[in-house]
């Protein structure tokens, strides 16, 4: 049985003994197998049944449906040797049973009931425990309460057992430190980036030659994936809009519908505070114009904030007559009062002058015409839609369809990539994807009111188009393939100009990034960039990292060793520890496993396991 197939599995060694059991009775119902047929196999002394073999399958099967968000059967797993690894954890968890068995190890009737009690699923509405909705539970599951009770104490003796072996297992302190120190440290870097205006001389052109070598050498690059080849017809409103008559009444009624829109009166855009007298009103506004204060810090003084006072575009008539005709009347001053407002005396401050406006019949026609238009549009849409749906009811195909109706004829080669055209339409991507050969077309909405049908054509295996198809493709991937060498030419002999004594600022301008992190990802730096930064030795030394149309020179400046005070490095050191003392854990118990099972003997029976096999759909 493959390791890798065991540690897939949900729970293996993971022993959470009231969980565990509780998951244990999610199964569907196994049926008792009778007699002697209800052992499946033996480690030592101990037993392993059918019932406890087929539960486990389902909760497996049940954790890989939660885990995957599809279908699985017990076919699944086995294809993917998840039913053996299942058997081994029964296998494994019957020689910890047994090696209890053998050191007398267990735990008396008032824990097992204890724990029982304890369990939320037999509680009752007043959160005590429930005698009957424990024996209905357990009857669901043909389980009897003296069974499952000695399951409780099996699985709390193996947890005790469990804890024996691995609870005071430590790493070692210098294991963490070493790991928090190498990921908590940090560099200072300059980079000198070289680009194509850094190249001496005119860039590469490809020959005929280079291109036909290129394609040759490089076809993968070039092949175009699976596509479906589609005909389709399609009717959108945008495609009406021009043929759609629209009077001139309609296009009238609506522009005086929405004349306020069309005619707007001079504005202002203003901020109110208002006082509680016309004495601190005008007290307010003498300290304004004395510079002793100003509008914002009256605000606050108010415990208010500017959204407070923001009466935002007000019109003439939407102030109170006093205020109007001093707010209109005057386009230079920001601060006016005090003013009479509904809230009593006030300052008004004016952010902005906002001139009368107006839209004429003539200049919003168009904008109304295809208003109108797009509405009717749909109208006729949905008016044709019965029509066209008996037309291919009866057996038109889509060329047929585009001669008797205002739909268009197209074809796409569909990829999951596709976006032009129809195929910006999620409904008809989605309605690509799943078509069939031989499927009818259908009339199918699209989210702009238009409709559309399909059909698939044929599906297209993968391919390289001729070289005369892609030609330019091919050229700029070769383009940029010279670049880059030539660019990382450059950046060698540049860095060999640094080893002879230059120094990267003499050989242009320089970025420079402090504290870098190996996690970092610098913006417009190739990802391998700080990898390869961390790669150096000692300040001063450089390093060449090619990227697609650049290369750049990296001068390590600088390494700082991780703060062991600062708290994220105490956090990581946290994590690590906790990690390591679980992943030692899981090793040292499934070694210790592995070692009961060798020492005690296993038997298994074929048949019996079969048998449960047989008992899932």
Do not use: C
Not at 146 to 157: K, L, N
Not at 448 to 453: C, E, Q, R, S, W
Not at 463 to 474: F, T
Request: avoid cysteine; charged fraction near 25%.
């Amino acid at each position: 049985m493959a390791k890798s197939a065991a540690k897939k599995l949900s729970n293996v060694f993971v022993w959470v003994i009231l969980g565990l059991l509780f998951v244990a009775l999610a199964g569907f119902g196994i049926g008792s197998f009778g007699g002697g047929a209800s052992r499946l196999g033996q480690v030592g002394e101990t037993d392993i049944t059918a019932e406890d073999y087929a539960r486990a399958l389902q909760n497996e099967i049940r954790a890989q449906i939660a885990q995957t968000q599809t279908p699985v059967n017990l076919a699944d797993l086995r294809a993917r040797g998840l039913d053996e690894a299942v058997l081994r954890a029964r296998v494994a968890r019957a020689a910890l049973a047994e090696e209890a068995r053998a050191m007398g190890l267990s735990v008396g009737d008032a824990e097992v009931a204890r724990q029982i009690q304890a369990f939320e699923a037999f509680q009752g509405v007043n959160g005590s425990f429930d005698r009957e909705s424990y024996e209905f539970l357990l009857a669901q599951e043909g389980l009897g309460p003296r069974e499952f009770e000695e399951d409780v104490r099996e699985d709390t003796s193996r947890a005790l057992l469990q804890t024996a072996v691995v609870g005071g297992i430590r790493p070692p302190g210098l294991y963490g430190e070493a790991i928090a120190a190498f990921q908590g440290e940090t560099r200072d870097l300059t980079i000198l980036t070289l680009t194509e205006d850094s190249l001496e001389g005119d860039l590469p052109v490809p020959t005929q030659a280079d291109l036909e070598t290129f394609y040759e050498e490089n076809a993968d690059r070039f092949e175009r994936p699976e596509a479906r080849r589609i005909t389709y017809a399609w009717l959108t409103p945008g495609q009406m809009m021009d043929s759609v008559e629209i009077d001139e009444a309609s296009l009238r009624a609506l522009y005086d519908e929405r004349i306020d829109l069309y005619r707007q009166p001079e504005r202002r855009l203003l901020e109110r505070l208002a006082f509680g007298s016309e004495e601190a009103a005008q007290e307010a506004f003498d300290a304004i114009a004395a510079g002793e204060t100003d509008f914002d810090t009256l605000v606050e003084e108010r415990d208010l904030t500017i959204d407070d006072v923001d009466i935002g575009e007000v019109a003439r008539g939407d102030l109170p007559a006093g205020a109007a005709e001093v707010i209109f009347a005057d386009t230079e001053s920001e601060i006016l009062g005090p003013l009479p407002s509904p809230l009593g005396p006030a300052l008004y401050r004016v952010n902005a002058v906002l001139e009368a406006t107006e839209t004429s019949f003539e200049e919003a026609r168009g904008d109304l015409r295809e208003e109108l238009a797009d509405d009717a549009a749909r109208r006729e849409i949905g008016a044709m839609r019965e029509e066209i749906d008996d037309l291919l009811a009866s057996g038109a195909t889509l060329e047929e369809l585009v001669e008797t109706t205002p739909m268009e004829l197209g074809a796409i080669d569909f990829t999951p990539i596709s976006e032009e055209g129809i195929a910006g339409y999620d409904a008809f991507r989605e309605a690509a994807a799943l078509a069939e050969e031989g499927d009818f077309p259908e009339v199918l909405d699209l989210s702009d009111g238009g409709i559309f049908a399909l059909r698939l054509d044929e599906v297209v295996p993968p391919a390289v188009p001729p070289l005369a198809e892609i030609r330019d493709e091919v050229a700029d991937a070769w383009t940029t393939r010279a670049i880059r060498d030539a660019l990382a030419e450059r950046a060698d002999q540049l860095v060999a100009q640094i080893a002879t004594g230059a120094t990267l600022e003499d050989l242009g301008d320089v970025a420079t990034e402090r504290r870098v992190r190996r996690q970092d990802f610098l913006p417009d730096m190739p990802p391998t960039l700080v990898v390869q930064s961390f790669q150096l030795a000692e300040p001063g030394d450089v390093v060449a990292i090619p990227a697609a149309r650049a290369a750049h020179i990296v001068r390590l400046d600088a390494v700082h060793p991780a703060a062991r005070d600062a708290p994220d490095t105490g956090i990581l050191l946290q994590i690590l520890n906790q990690t390591v003392t679980q992943s030692m854990a899981q090793d040292i118990f499934e070694s210790y496993g592995q070692a009961l099972q060798a020492d005690a003997g296993i038997s298994l029976d074929q048949s019996v396991i079969n048998a449960v096999h047989a008992q899932f759909p």
